[in-house]
Structures are given as C-alpha cells and as structure tokens.
C-alpha cells in the first residue's frame, strides 16, 4: 500500500528575468556577452550540475520514496535517470519503485572480512548520466573508496555535470548536531557540512505526521521488530519526533530566508562578524559550531583563531600531546568545512591575542570556550571572564565543554605549568649551585643579603633553560626552604626565629618566582619573535622568487623549493599542460639537500597510482592523498596550486609511512606560499594573455591598414596596365614606334613595380612568421652593392649614383641575399624622393669599435631630407610622408616611395634586426638625408679581384660617376 505523505517542495525563487527593451544595440551587446560567457564557460569545463536534496526529520518519513517518485517522473519527461545507490530496504512499496530506472552495480568493497556494497563513483562518472541518484547523503564510505564521505562523492559527480537527487535527515546537518544531541541525547556520528545543504539548488521537505511514523515504526516498515522498542523508547519518542520536526521545518525555512537575502543584499553587507577561539579539548566542535550559526544568523562571516604558544611544541597548537595535536587538527579542519576562515597567531596567552584581532578587525562578538567556574594558575582565571576584561566593548559568548578536564588542561598548556622532569632537575641544580655559592659566600662575609641575591641569580640564569613555569614553583620554593636550612639562624634546621624571617623568606619566594617566570616569559616572546621573522623572511623571499620567475616552470620550480626549505621534506611537483582537462606534464621531485636522493629516487613517488591523485587534484581543484578524506592511501598529501578561476599545479608533499602531519605554523606557510605562487602563475597567465592579445590586435590592425594600402596602391597601376594594354589592343596600329614604345615601357614599369610591391610584402611576411633563416657567411661588400645596382629601378638613370668603398676586398658577415634587398630599398627609396639630377652616393667603410671591427653601409642623398617630426615614424610600417592610409605624400622623404605602402623601409629594418643590427638615420649636410646600417667585419682572402669581376665592374663604375 501506498504511503500517504505531504511533500513540500522548497526551491529557489528565481523569480521572472526583465523584459530587454528592443534596442538593437542593447540586443546585439546581450548577444555578445552571452557568447562570451559560453566561451568562458566552454573554457573552465563543463557546467555544475544541480543538486535536489529530499530533507526528513527522521528516518522512515519517506524520503527515498519520495526520491525513486521523483526519478519515475524526470523519466517519464525524457532525463536520462540511473540510480546510483539505495540503501536496501525491506519495504516493498520502495523497492518497487526501482523498477523500470536503471540501477547501477555497487561497488564490492572488503574490510575486516566482510564484504561492504557502496557507490561506484567511477562507474557513474563514466556513465555520464544527466541525473544520478544517490541515497544517504551522510554515509562514510568504507576504507578503500576514494572519499571518505559520500557528500564528497556528490560534489564530485557535480563538478562533471551531473544533476544529483540525495537524500538527508536533519539530525546529519553539522551546524545542528549540538542540539540534536540536547534534543535526543544522541550525537550522530555521520555529518554533512551545512554548505551542502544550504548551497542545493532545491529541497524537498517529506513529512509526516509523528503519530504516522510511530504507527510505520510499530508495523516494521522502518526497523525489524527486535529493534522497534529500543527505537521506541529512546529516539523515535513522540516528544523527539515532534521537536525534530521542528527543527527540520525551522532550518528549512532559514535556508530560504538566506537564498532569498543573499539575492538582494550581499553576504555580510551590514552584518555582525564572529570571532571564534579554536582549542585541541573537547568544547572546540562545540564552540565553531556555535560561531558559524552565530555568523549566520547575524549575516556576517566566522574567524577561527588559533593561538600557538612558544613553548616547547610550538608549531601545533598543542600541549605536546599527539592525542591533543590531532583533536586540533580536526577542530580546524571542521572550522574549514563550515566556512570559517582560520587565522593563526603567536603568544602565550590566548586572551590577548584575541582580544586585539577582534579590535583591529572590528568584530564584536566572539565565542570561547566555557569552565564551570572560575579556575586561576599562576595569576589566570578562566578564558572567557578575562576576555570580558580585556575587551569589554565585545559580547563574549561561553560555550561549555562536554569534558571539563580537557579544559582544564588547555588553561594548563597556555599558562605553560607542563610537568617535565627536565624543569624539576633543573629546579634542583639552581638551588644546589646557588646554596654551593651561598656557602662559598658565608665562609668569606656571613651577611644574609648576599645570599639572598646569590638565589635570584642563579635562579634567574637557570630559567632561560626552564621549559615552563613549574621550574619557576620549584626553584622558588627550593630556594626558600635551602636558605632556611642552610643560613637562617639556628642553622641546619628548619626553624627561624628572627623576626624579619617571615619577610625574608616570602621576598625570596616572591622575587625567585617572579624573576624565573619573568624570564621564561622572555625566552617564549623571543622564540615567538624568531618564529615570526622566519615566517617573514620566508614569505618575502619566496615573493622575490616567484616574481623574478618569467615562466609557469620556474615559478613552480622556485615554489618546490621553498617548501622543502620549510617542510625539510621531498616534493613532487606536477605542471599542469596540455587542452587535455588534467592533464599533467611529466613529475620534478625535489629532494632535501645533503640527504642523497632516498626516497626522491624512489619510483614510487611517481608511480602512476600517484600521479592519478594528483591528476584528480588538477582536475577537482581540491586536496587529496595522505592526510585527507580524498585517496587517503596515497603516499603524497596532494595541494593545488590555484587561483579560483585555474589550477596551475599540483604540489605533492611526501608524507611519513604514518601519515605524519604537520602543525599550523608550517601548515599556514605553507597555504600563504602556495597561494602567493598561484598568483604569481596567474600573473604570469595574464601576461601572456596581454601579449597575446596585443600579437592579435597588432596584426588586426596590419591587416586592416594591408587592405586599405592594397586597394589604393594597386588600384593606380592596375588601371594604367589596363589602359595601356587596352590602348595598345584597340589603336596599336594607328600608334607610331615611340608611342608604342613609351606605352609598353609604362606597362613594364607599373608591372615591376607591383612585383616589387609583392616581394615586399612577402618578405616582410616571412620575417614577422620567422619563416626566414638567416644564413650569415662572409660576402664581398662590392659584390653586394653591384647587385643591388642591377635591380634599382629605371628612375636611377635620372640621378647621379656614386659609389665609394675604402677596400675592394672588403667583407661583413651577413645573408648576401637579405642585405641586397636592404640595399636597392635604401636605393629606390632615395630615387623616389629627390628629384632628378639629385647625387646618392653609397658607401662603405670598415670601423674599429671597442666591440670589434664592423663595415659600415649607408646611402645618402641630397634631397629635401625629412622633417624631425616623421623621423621616429619612417621605419613603420604603412607610413608614408605623414600618412598612413596608402596615399602620396608631397611632405619631402616621408616614407620609402611615393607610390607604395610604406613597407620598404620597414623591411630594411626587420632583415638588419634579423642580423642582430638596426638602421639609423641622420641629416645630410646641407640637406639630405643619411640611412645607414652597420655589419660585423670578416676577414676575406688576401687576394685580388679577378679582372672584369663584380669588383672590376664596380670600379669602372664608380671610375663613370654614375650608374
């Protein structure tokens, strides 16, 4: 029979998007930021799927038959549905409902003999279903499975997309289990955090009446009948119920209240922040839990602070016990999973601390934990009454522990009274050497002041070795009891009769005790101080570092190397690379120095087990390996290195056969490095993103100044061959031999133009892709200057072209090829903007620089020369006279033809920075102007030119004046 329940759905409001005005413009932006915004998306992976959360009171309301109901519908509306897991039930209205889903196989997995089902992760994420049903939210997975929780699981199946309906109670959710426990008197062991929850894309309440549920409990549709009076009598009472179903309704309408806020107004906009003190006793779940609802209910955020002494096991927070070392590790990594933000400070008291972070981060409320009671040691009473005193502008809020004697001993470890028989043995040295001197002393003066400062000596010198305040009880004492003994009148009893007795001996008490606290006090602060420089020194010249690194390489290479200088242990260092979504490069281990490779050598660091997790790491962007709920067989303890839009990196810190961890003080180094490295990776990210889009910019912007440049410049010439040829064609014969002539010799001189045009265009091309090779060899000057007279164009005959060389067997070292295409633009360029009859004289000239020998080119003119103000713009490309939109320019040599695009002289430019040189220019005398460039000099065969050579030829030439 079908059970009868109320299902009340709880989504969030996304109320109706506005209408967009029919703006062209306002609708094309849209169009636009909408496809950003895919791009992005496409970019960072797939898009997070949705999470619907079937929320119960208690077990039995129905909340997997709720769930199975709500898959047959999805199903039927055409989702592709598989049920991942369901706990097996013996309820066969539930069970029925599995039929016709697809249910997945569950994963067999052994521990301690016995065979365990649980969700096969894997198989559902290759699946790939658009929705996975996934029962018993708060579930802990059986050793073996790759998280701890099953909530994990889920936010896993999240992150690839993938839509999860899950079920959950209310006594589960981690902000709720101190008053559940109050409410039932029993504390669930499996938690989920409450950001599951609240962070769901819908809730369904299922509920039921309590009378309802008592009645299924007494059928056995919940437990089997020898369980039903036990459930009965404790948990399933109808005064538990009916509380539960309180706070089940109470904390759903919260979410709601919170969904629909934050959607208005942002998170901690006007609200209160709460500070929380984070202890290793059993009040710390207690007090983050009630930090973080505080946080919540006043819409503001939630500080852990921890408060490390400088003790003897400073670095974790502890009094040195492992038991309690880990118990602080679980409180800060629970303030973690709740949202809270930890923060670490130094000192030995944690009332001062607190009390000046809360003033310096204006928050008001702070929560402590509680004693009954007021317990003073040595001068302190309990945690929260001083912290009244301290800050009396703030509202302290006492939670109280569960285990009172944990508390006790944590006031114990701040004020330092930790029992070792090092303090004792060292209590009892000081006052044997200060009662030996003290005899020493009597025998030479017998005057008790003496004494009396011979015992604040030596216990004062001595307690800069003390390791806490019991050698300061016992030195005072001791020296109290010695000086009684040994020179207090009669001697060698312990009976005083001088009046002053009582005096004496309560100065040398107080000031013994006050001194040797005094002083450890002060070694504690110069440790603490110490600490605090390292960490200081650390992180600056790890900042230095990572800003010096140009590449994502030596970034992580430089970050490697800074955690084993803090850790003193191996790295394994992943780079992520490739299109590839967790794609790794190839491990680095770094190794300690001086330890000889061990176990950075060893394979299995970078087994391919290994790299899986730090595959999953650059993939989920989440810890995992050792020390985690996450791969915790791993033998590396997996960190990404991150910014929140990209994983960079994954760093792989190798941890002890144990499981060793590590205490705050490095772990928050450690955090405070990696990051300061992500945002270095980021920089360096966006950096080249900035260049890359300025590449890209550029050569939109050559493009678009190209095509305006072509469709001008080869328009003219075009046109004139067309209209030449077309006259030739139409009235060639009616033409005599001098127009026929004078006609072709135009066609031929626009066609090789336009060849030159390609050439250039071409080359220029080459240079900017690198496509072009230089290939430097020794080449004779003369022979390259002859060259590149053969190929200037028929306007040289209007000029006068004299060459002049100081050596006929001079040589450079370039790519002949290259450097006469610089030549006859150099040329052409000079031709075109001096008018006829104009001398351009080309020299070359051997020059001794501190550098070494060079051949200097140049090629002068004595035209209008450039005005100044072009003279910074004439080796750019597209420029020309002033302008750069392709047409002439009358402003003297602005550019490197009158007809042309402004390209010539760009390329000289690019071929001579190709061979590691530049060009340069300067005014002529009286007018004109200078180009010229420089060469490395060779060294030629001590050999003459063979007659009627290219150098032969180029003496007769230069022997004309004129070319």
Known sequence: MEWEETVVALGRDNGDEEAVRRDPDAILRRIREEEAAGDAEGAAGPARGKLKVFFGYAAGVGKTYAMLTEAHRAQKAGADIVVGYVEPHTRADTLALLDGLEVMEPRAVEHRGIALREFDLDGALERAPQIVLVDELAHTNAPGCRHRKRYQDVEELLRAGIDVYTTVNVQHLEGLNDRIAAVTAVAPSERVPDRIFDAADSVEIVDVEPTELIERLQAGKIYAPERVGTALAHFFSRSNLAALREIALRRAADRLTRASTEASVPHAAGGDDVLA??????????????????????????????????GEHEGTGTTGDDADGDALGRAVALAEELGAHVVTLEGDDPVQPLALYA???????????????????????????RLMRAAPEAMVTAVPAVDAPSVLERLRAYTGFRPTAADAGRAVAAVACATLAGTVAWAVSP????????????????????????????????????????????????????LSAPVIFAFLLVGTLAASSLAIRLKRQAALAAKRSYRTEVLLESSRKLQAA?????????????????????????????????????????????????????????APDEAAVASWVAVNGEPAGATTDTLREARCLYLPIRTAQRVFGVAGLVMEEGGDSFGSFERNLLAALLDECGQQAQALAAAAEHRNLSVKAEKEALRSNLLRAISHDLRTPLTSISGDADMLLSSGEALDAAQRRRLASDIYEDASWLIDLVENLLSVTRLDDGDVEVTRMPELVSDVLADALRHTSRAAADHRIAVDLDDDLLMADMDGRLIVQVVVNLLNNAIAYTPAGSSIRVAAERQRRTTGDWVVVSVADDGPG???????????????????????????????????????????????????????????????????????AAEGPAASAAAGGPSASLAAQREEGEC
């Open 277 to 310: 003190l984070v202890t290793g006793d059993a009040a710390a779940p207690r007090v983050i839990r009630t930090a973080t609802n505080l946080a919540e209910a006043f819409g503001g955020s939630c500080t852990a602070l921890v408060v490390e002494s400088g």
């Open 359 to 385: 003033a310096t981060a204006g928050i008001r409320r702070i929560v402590v934990p509680a004693t009954s009671g007021r317990v003073r040691l040595l001068g302190r009473g309990d945690v929260a009454w």
């Open 447 to 498: 005057t008790t002041s003496v004494i009396l400062m011979i015992y604040l000596l030596v216990s004062l010198l001595l307690a800069t070795r003390a390791d806490g305040f019991l050698y300061a009880v016992l030195a005072a004492l001791g020296s109290v009891v010695a000086y009684n003994f040994f020179f207090t009148a009669p001697r060698f009893t312990f009976h005083a009769y001088g």
């Open 550 to 606: 140009a590449t994502l390489s030596a970034c992580l290479e430089t970050a490697a190397a800074q955690v084993v200088k803090i850790l003193d242990r191996p790295v394994v260092m992943y780079q992520v690379g490739g299109s590839a979504t967790g794609s790794l490069m190839a491990p680095r281990v770094f190794d300690v120095p001086g330890t000889g490779g061990g176990d950075a050598e060893s394979d299995a660091l970078t």
């Open 866 to 936: 450039i005005p100044a103000a072009e003279k910074a713009r004439v080796f750019d490309l597209f420029y020309h006279g002033g302008r750069t939109d392709g047409e002439a320019s009358n402003a003297g040599e602005g550019g490197d033809a009158r007809r042309g695009m402004g390209l010539g002289l760009a390329l000289c430019r690019s071929i001579l920075r190709a061979h590691g040189s530049d060009i340069s220019l300067r005014d002529a005398y009286p007018h004109g102007c200078v180009f010229s460039f420089s060469l490395p």
